[in-house]
């Protein structure tokens, strides 16, 4: 058996690309790239020229060795660093679910073949744990120039069973409920869950605990502006400073 189904999975991995976009890229069906990777079928030689060409990567090498990321990544010889005086931390994939693509993920959250398919964000995170990558869709965690802003993107942590019991103090959390997503505060009212939003004109969603799919707690954000920087009083003071120079120099 060769090492082609092995590299090519490998690449994938490398390139950020979905078996779905690996195999429209050489007009093959997703199932035939599948079995190419799990060793249960071997590609046509033109497949294997086709590939190994698109990557400039030797045919040989596809078929008999198991490739490198440094080879990958054609990395040249005398451009590495020794082995030793590189400090590794290792970034764990997580999918990356767009405004668009979140009324979507409420249907097809537990379709293994839909979460492959999503686009990946690569972060130094606990790599124990399961995470979402949201991005913020609306106003609704936004308060007085505060909070969560649209376009914004929040890191999630899968919250297991047992956890859940655990919540319930107006933690930030994004849920799957009957095929709807929420991204609020969660308040646990006996046998109710409330979902409350930062914006004083949106109402509470309420449901029973029990019709909770999926429960992920946010951990991390990134905002797309910049957050302001600095000391207001003291911003103000050379405000006013500037001022009465001008105010000086007119008289």
Known sequence: MSFFGRNIKKIRGVKGLSQKSFA????????TLGAYEEGRSEPKIETIIKIANYFSISIDSMLTSDL?????????EDLTIESDLIKEKI???IPFISEYNLENYAKYYNHPNFIEDLPIISLPVATEKKYRAIEVPNLE???NDKGLYPKDIVIVENVSTEEKQQLGNGEVVFAVVKNEYVFRKLYYLNDNALFKA????????IYLKEDIEELWLA???????????GDEVEDKLLFLEKELLKLKNRG
Do not use: W
């Open 198 to 205: 930062e914006h004083k004109n949106i109402e509470e969603k």
């Open 219 to 229: 951990k991390y954000s990134f905002i797309k502006r910049l957050p302001y920087i």
């Open 68 to 76: 490198t990321v440094n080879e990958l990544l054609r990395f040249k």
């Open 91 to 93: 970034l764990v994939k």
């Open 24 to 31: 429209e890229l050489f007009d093959l069906k997703r199932a």
């Open 141 to 143: 965690m936004t308060a």
